[in-house]
């Protein structure tokens, strides 16, 4: 596609529930990161995937949080039973050549667990 | 570990007028990317300017311009004639160069409001 696509736009979940969020990446980005962004912890690195694999998973909070990568493309994580501490905006970005190209994020998912 | 520091929270400019954004970074990595992205209300994060370390050159897009002192390790923005467009969070990010350096770590923030 013409950008990173993320889904949903917003969602609100009951403590307890289980989520999935998904990120679409640019075609051909082999490369594919997500973060999140949280009021008192501002921008924080949760995992990257290259490719299908995920060789770097240190930033995903807890044994809740899991993310997997199909086909080289569509990468969506998972949040189980939600806390509220879990609510924030999970943004998703892709690149194919970090050091020419840079980084192209999505619009994100505002994710609020009442 | 790689820290990028934004002092100013907040910031404001009459439109048409200039202002600059501040970033400090700590790194022992001699090459590295510097970036600004600006993220409006629509959450999207949109790259402003990227800067490469070994290059000497300070980055310019159109009215977007970069003042980078390696070895003050500052980066700060300026944008010229601001616009109301203008109007949103910057945050300054820094990422290794090589495989293995593909983290971006960014600043805390700062919001910048255009005043017309």
């Known amino acids: 596609g013409a950008g990173v696509s993320q889904s949903p736009s917003n969602k609100v979940t009951e403590k307890g529930k289980d989520v999935e969020l998904r990120c679409d990446p640019i075609?051909?980005?082999?490369?594919l990161y997500w973060y999140r962004q949280s009021l008192g912890q501002g921008l924080e690195f949760l995992i990257y995937?290259?490719?299908?694999?995920?060789?770097?998973k240190s930033g995903l909070p807890s044994d809740r949080f899991s993310a997997e990568r199909t086909g080289g493309s569509v990468s969506t994580l998972t949040i189980q039973r939600t806390q509220q501490e879990d609510s924030a905006v999970y943004l998703c970005a892709s690149s194919y050549n970090r050091e020419i190209y840079g980084y192209t994020f999505g619009s994100g998912t505002r994710l609020t667990v009442v | 570990a790689q820290t990028v520091t934004q002092s100013q929270p907040e910031m404001s400019v009459q439109e048409a007028e200039t202002v600059t954004l501040s970033c400090t970074y700590d790194?022992?990595?001699?090459?590295?990317?510097l970036f600004w992205y600006k993220q409006p209300p629509s959450r999207q994060m949109i790259l402003v300017i990227r800067?490469?370390?070994?290059?000497?050159q300070n980055a310019t897009e159109n009215r977007f311009s970069v003042n980078f002192q390696k070895a003050a390790k500052s980066f700060s923005l300026k944008i010229s004639d601001s616009q109301l467009g203008d109007a949103a969070m910057y945050f300054c990010?820094?990422?290794?160069?090589?495989?293995?350096?593909?983290?971006?770590?960014f600043g805390k923030g700062t919001l910048l409001t255009v005043n017309p």
């Open positions: 075609s051909g980005h082999t490369a």
């Open positions: 990010a820094y990422s290794g160069s090589g495989g293995s350096n593909y983290k971006l770590t």
């Open positions: 790194t022992s990595e001699s090459d590295y990317y």
């Open positions: 800067q490469e370390a070994y290059k000497q």
């Open positions: 995937f290259q490719g299908n694999s995920a060789p770097d």
